[in-house]
């Protein structure tokens, strides 16, 4: 799910395989216009009906991938499908967070003043 610069909602469907010479491969199938509340049940129907556009059955699915909004979530327990947790909106999240503790702002200060001392 993601928005267009005119905050219009879009579903993506990627697909991730390993080709027959061992290769890892990337294909994104479709990118379709999602005016749809993005519920749960929304989502997990947008995904079946985007299988089903490229006849791809639920049996080639291994796992899909999302951030951790409920309603992804949600979307891949209404489908039964294995979810893995998007490791970049994970790093994100996580450098987020440490950003928040005052600790780790002061040590970017210190660095960024030690840095500067040592260029000029």
């Known amino acids: ?17 390993i080709s027959e010479d061992l290769h890892l491969e990337a294909r994104s199938l479709q990118t379709a216009y999602f005016p ?12 079946r009906e985007g299988l089903a556009c490229w006849d791809l059955t639920e049996d080639n699915l291994v796992c899909i991938t999302t951030d ?3 309603n992804m979530v949600k979307a891949a327990q209404l489908n039964e499908w294995t979810r893995l ?12 967070n440490a950003i928040k503790d005052n600790r780790v702002s002061r040590a970017i200060e210190l660095l960024q003043m030690m840095s500067y001392m ?3």
């Not at 799910?1 to 395989?17: G, I």
């Not at 749809?36 to 989502?43: P, Q, S, V």
């Open 85 to 96: 947790q998007c490791f970049g909106h994970r790093l994100h999240l996580a450098i987020e």
């Open 118 to 120: 040592l260029v000029t």
């Open 36 to 47: 749809e509340d993005h519920t749960g049940e929304n989502i997990a129907a947008g995904l």
């Open 68 to 70: 951790n909004a409920s």
């Open 1 to 17: 799910m993601w928005s267009s610069r005119t905050a219009e909602p879009y579903q993506s469907l990627t697909v991730h395989y």
